[in-house]
């Protein structure tokens, strides 16, 4: 019988943070490939990670997995679902980046948190805490103000939140772990993406060959930037509570929020940030109730077993 290792949770912390901290410098990625097309990056990012994930799953043996996933239909159906999911999200925010709306796009990542709660009362039958429901209505709020007063929808926003979370409710709920369920998903794009790719560079139309040295590597590389965060988050929810990751998740739409204001040099029209104060008023009621239930249950537990 294999030794009890108990909890890392120096290195889950840092593995969480690097991973968040790779998720929001991403921006400064894909504007440095801002000359090409951001679909044509999205189509790289897909193409680079198979070639990423299937030494990585070899390595450390889970290909067989994978393989073995492959022959469940409802599993295949699934991830053929979250692999568009997913890549909807991907391409929308690498063109959010090329048309100069990473402040939007920022928004999109903090609604995340609270459309998981919503989306999981529905689907996964969790129940909410009163001040989570008051963390949704106040979110809701600030953006329908945006909509009714100025006349203004910020659909990247909600697209990017939407879409990023039903990926998460499906994947949550799929009998694959993560990695083999992102290489699953990568195959099944695969030969449809390395087609469109060799057919843009036959007709002159991709811009791969005629990048720069430095382009090219960015694009390759892609592959990695893509998988890298992924596999640190992995390691950091099995070694930490699942409140500390949800807290320091925040850290990614932050950094992409500060990068588009203060190196991208965007703008914040006063109506945006409304929205914004009212998602983090809302954000702050909803990190607060679910870390005073979690103390709660523990001092329950705890009293449990004296």
């Given at each position: 019988m294999?030794?009890?290792q108990?909890?890392k949770p120096f290195?889950g912390l840092?593995?969480?943070?690097?991973?968040?901290?790779?998720?929001?410098?991403?921006v400064?990625?894909w504007?440095?490939?801002?000359v090409?097309?951001?679909f044509?990056?999205?189509?790289h990012?897909i193409f680079?990670?198979?070639f990423?994930?299937l030494p990585?799953?070899?390595?450390?043996k889970?290909?067989?997995?994978?393989?073995t996933?492959c022959?469940?239909?409802a599993?295949v159906?699934?991830l053929?679902?979250?692999?568009l999911?997913?890549?909807?999200?991907?391409g929308?925010?690498i063109?959010?980046?090329s048309?100069?709306r990473v402040?939007?796009?920022?928004?999109?990542y903090f609604i995340?948190p609270?459309?998981?709660?919503?989306l999981?009362f529905?689907?996964?039958?969790?129940r909410?805490l009163?001040l989570?429901w008051?963390?949704?209505?106040i979110a809701?709020?600030?953006?329908?103000?945006t909509?009714l007063l100025y006349g203004?929808f910020?659909?990247?926003?909600?697209v990017?939140?939407?879409?990023f979370?039903l990926?998460?409710?499906l994947?949550k709920?799929a009998?694959i772990d993560?990695t083999p369920g992102?290489?699953?998903?990568?195959?099944?794009?695969f030969?449809p993406v390395?087609?469109?790719?060799?057919?843009?560079e036959?007709t002159g139309?991709g811009h791969?060959f005629?990048a720069?040295?430095?382009?090219?590597?960015?694009l390759?590389?892609?592959g990695?930037?893509?998988a890298t965060p992924?596999?640190?988050?992995?390691?950091a929810s099995?070694?930490l509570h699942?409140s500390?990751?949800g807290l320091?998740q925040?850290?990614?739409p932050t950094?992409?929020?500060?990068?588009?204001l203060f190196?991208?040099?965007?703008s914040?029209?006063f109506?945006?940030?409304?929205?914004f104060?009212?998602?983090?008023?809302?954000?702050?009621?909803?990190?607060?109730?679910?870390?005073?239930?979690l103390?709660?249950?523990?001092n329950?537990?705890?009293?449990?077993?004296?």
């Amino acid at each position: 019988m294999p030794s009890y290792q108990p909890p890392k949770p120096f290195s889950g912390l840092t593995a969480g943070l690097t991973a968040f901290a790779l998720w929001g410098l991403l921006v400064l990625y894909w504007d440095a490939l801002a000359v090409i097309p951001p679909f044509e990056i999205l189509l790289h990012r897909i193409f680079w990670s198979f070639f990423f994930l299937l030494p990585f799953l070899l390595f450390t043996k889970r290909l067989p997995a994978a393989i073995t996933a492959c022959h469940t239909k409802a599993i295949v159906l699934r991830l053929f679902t979250t692999a568009l999911l997913i890549s909807l999200n991907w391409g929308l925010f690498i063109w959010g980046v090329s048309t100069h709306r990473v402040v939007e796009a920022s928004l999109g990542y903090f609604i995340n948190p609270l459309l998981n709660v919503l989306l999981a009362f529905f689907f996964l039958r969790e129940r909410l805490l009163p001040l989570q429901w008051l963390a949704i209505a106040i979110a809701a709020a600030g953006v329908l103000y945006t909509l009714l007063l100025y006349g203004s929808f910020p659909w990247l926003a909600l697209v990017l939140a939407s879409s990023f979370s039903l990926y998460g409710i499906l994947r949550k709920t799929a009998a694959i772990d993560a990695t083999p369920g992102l290489f699953l998903e990568t195959c099944l794009l695969f030969v449809p993406v390395a087609t469109y790719l060799v057919w843009l560079e036959s007709t002159g139309q991709g811009h791969f060959f005629s990048a720069s040295p430095t382009e090219q590597f960015l694009l390759i590389a892609s592959g990695i930037a893509t998988a890298t965060p992924l596999l640190l988050f992995t390691y950091a929810s099995r070694h930490l509570h699942y409140s500390t990751l949800g807290l320091i998740q925040y850290l990614s739409p932050t950094m992409t929020l500060l990068i588009g204001l203060f190196f991208l040099q965007e703008s914040l029209p006063f109506e945006t940030l409304i929205t914004f104060i009212c998602i983090w008023i809302a954000l702050f009621l909803y990190s607060w109730s679910s870390w005073h239930a979690l103390k709660h249950h523990e001092n329950v537990v705890y009293s449990q077993k004296k």
